[in-house]
């Protein structure tokens, strides 16, 4: 079953050049779907696009068979309890001057969420590893990768249907990213999750497909094994061929 | 054996409350080309700082740096200036921030040619200034000459306009090209261009390079020895191929192994 659909979408900036041009794409309920592309591709106008934080000219996108209805605050209201994003910077992302209690259980207060807003937080802060009383600190106190994990704690704590990722492991040191990959790998088994970046690596280790962008268009989209064993598009095939890969040699975990 | 270009022994760097490196150690020989590993905060773009002479007032060097056989740690101003041009250039991450937005590429390239042309003694006139600019700009690939020596920066890509840093970081002939991340900014098919360029251009030119960066397989193409740091440390060096493939240190060991997840995710096993 399709959760996200985004059907022949065209977007451009004012009287500017398009840098989306006719986007179709689905998202099954459930799948992890990778959307790669490099600066240019129109990757972020797309996230926009999904978020509703503005709308395509041309063509649609439906969340579980409505159009998402940027203008309709109505639609939004409730569109935010159903779909969440976690962005690239977690040192931006935070609010220093809010207790990361009061953070994670901001989109509970805005979505008027009935419950235990405390405790729903110890539950999101503590399945993303971090322990409970993290909630009575504040963002200075944590690395980049905690950060990252407090957004991730936001981000579900309402328990949303699709978490939109934007770049969301790409400021963080290597052996954090390993750690914050995996940790998505475990969210996503419970939501439908949309990740975009230009990581292929990341991409390949997240996503059972992917969507290939370049200069606002689709140039390759399927299975991610699939696309990584054959690619068909010269460009895929010339993204996979430039990434840097270690020396061969005996593996040594 | 030939006498290294760089030799730094026992380098500490400190705020009044705080070591930032402790007892660094190593040395580059001419025309080698070596690899700095490190996260954020292990202290790998002090250390080159700490090369150049460019460190913050605040933080105090101890120990030493000798580039090209002379001292850097506690040298007068006026001698590292000389010597950031004869001996050492930088190229950094951001070409954005490197190049100044208001004046054009051309002018950019021809300040560095013009000082080395006279601190030589060498003709540095109009004519001989914009020859040395156009060789400097094929040196590094860049088409259109004409075009880009009019050019302001925001007017080029962000692989030309490090193309356009590389090439004022030759202007000057230094003996030792610093790289820190010099493609950390860029996009993965821009990257594997400027890795080449930097990687045939120092051969050629039979420069040294100090290559810094936090990706061990940009580093693994690049250089032929490498040292990790952490937390202002060294933690192992060694032969760029036996770091990488056979890592001694448990740390080295878990970047190697967190690299290796996403190669091997890249070839269809995550």
Known sequence: MTLMSVENVGFAYGSGRRVLEDVSFAVPRGANVGLVGESGSGKSTLLRLMLGLDSPQQGQILFDGAPLEARDRTFIQGYRKRVQAVFQDPYSSLNPAHRIGRIVSEPLRSLKVPGDHRKMAEEAITSVGLSADTLDRFPHQFSGGQRQRIAIARAIVARPELVLADEAVSALDLSTRVRVVDLFQEISERMTMIFVSHDMGVVAALCDQMVVLDRGRIVEAGATAEILRNPQHAYTQSLLASIPRMPEGPVTP | ?270
Do not use: N
């Open chain 2, 1 to 270: 054996m030939m006498s290294d270009l760089l030799t730094v022994r026992g380098l500490t760097l400190a705020t009044p409350d705080k070591v930032l490196v402790e007892g660094l150690s190593f040395s580059i020989a001419p025309g080698e080309r070596f690899g700095l590993i490190g996260e954020s905060g292990s202290g790998k773009s002090l250390t080159s700082l700490a090369v150049t002479g460019l460190l913050a007032p605040s933080i105090r060097p101890a120990g030493s740096i000798t580039l090209a056989g002379k001292e850097i740690i506690g040298a007068p101003e006026k001698r590292l200036v000389r010597m950031r041009g004869d001996a050492v250039a930088t190229v950094f991450q951001e070409p954005l921030t490197a190049l100044d937005p208001l004046m054009p590429l051309g002018r950019q390239i021809a300040g560095p040619v013009r000082r080395r042309l006279k601190r030589k003694g060498q003709e540095a006139g109009r004519v001989a200034v914009a020859r040395e600019v156009r060789s400097l700009l094929e040196l590094v690939r860049l088409p259109e000459p004409e075009r880009l020596i009019r050019s302001y920066p925001h007017e080029v890509s962000g692989g030309q306009r490090q193309r356009v840093a590389i090439a004022m970081a030759l202007a000057c002939q230094p003996r030792l090209l610093i790289a820190d991340e010099p493609t950390t900014a860029l996009d993965v098919t821009t990257q594997a261009e400027i890795v080449r360029l930097i990687t045939s251009l120092v051969e050629e030119l039979g420069i040294a390079l100090l290559f810094i960066s936090h990706d061990l397989a940009v580093v693994g193409q690049v250089a032929e020895s490498v040292m990790v740091m952490r937390d202002g440390r060294m933690i192992e060096t060694g032969p760029a191929e036996q770091v990488l493939t056979r890592p001694e240190d448990s740390y080295t060991r878990s970047l190697v192994a967190a690299a290796r997840r996403f190669d091997e995710a890249l070839e269809g096993q995550p």
